[in-house]
């Protein structure tokens, strides 16, 4: 299985691709570089990874769930 992310700006998919790298998880950029693909089936694994990268890096991103096999990172709604 894998889990799509997509991303807001293209220029964060290679540091992300690294932080879920080193989180454990396994991945690789898409072709337009705003989105990742996850190897795995740990859902809430990679919403964290994503929470802790945007909290890392003082982004107003937060991991949206789409559905079981993707995220998005977005600004907050509201």
């Known amino acids: 299985m894998t889990i799509a ?3 807001m700006r293209s ?3 290679p540091e992300v691709l690294a932080a879920l790298v ?3 998880l396994r991945g690789e950029l898409t072709g337009d570089g705003r989105g990742l693909l996850v190897r795995g089936d ?4 990679v919403g964290h990874a994503l ?7 003082g ?3 937060v991991p949206v769930r789409v559905d ?3 995220y998005a990172l977005v600004p907050p709604a509201g």
Do not use: I, K
Request: charged letters at 20%; hydrophobic letters at 40%.
């Open 42 to 45: 740990d859902g809430p694994a």
């Open 5 to 7: 992310v997509e991303l």
């Open 51 to 57: 929470d802790a990268w945007a909290s890392e890096h």
């Open 59 to 61: 982004l107003p991103f």
């Open 68 to 70: 079981a096999s993707s």
């Open 22 to 24: 080193a989180g454990g």
């Open 11 to 13: 220029a964060d998919g």
